[in-house]
């Protein structure tokens, strides 16, 4: 019987009220500068990976995504067509900010230092 409410004890800890908000993300914290550089970027637009590579100093971008979603960001990213040198229709990734990597990376980019 203990086992039974302990279960589902755990099942209702999970589920929110209605008309409550669910609590808040923990803020995301780095002091990566490439990663700073990018959380700033993106705060500000969605950004093809062309452009966070040329704005992160390197041409690794994909691996820093990676590394902040493992951190707990979502960073979506869409494919969208782009016709590549040669005329033909390729697909490139543009990743853009969640409403959630908002509010968690806000200290960051609100600050000023890696910011260029």
Do not use: Q
Request: charge should be negative; charged fraction near 35%.
């Amino acid at each position: 019987m203990m086992t039974a409410i302990s279960s589902l004890m755990h099942g209702l800890r999970d589920a929110f009220l209605p008309g409550l908000e669910p609590p808040p993300d923990p803020p995301f914290e780095t002091d990566n500068p490439r990663e700073i550089r990018i959380i700033k970027a993106l705060a500000s637009a969605p950004r093809t990976r062309e452009e966070l590579d040329r704005i992160a100093g390197a041409s690794n971008v994909p691996d820093a995504i990676a590394a902040m979603r493992r951190k707990g960001l979502e960073i979506p990213s869409i494919r969208e067509p782009a016709r590549d040198r040669d005329g033909e229709i390729v697909w490139r990734g543009r990743y853009a900010f969640s409403d959630a990597d908002l509010r968690r990376t806000r200290s960051i980019w609100e600050g000023g230092e890696y910011g260029e």
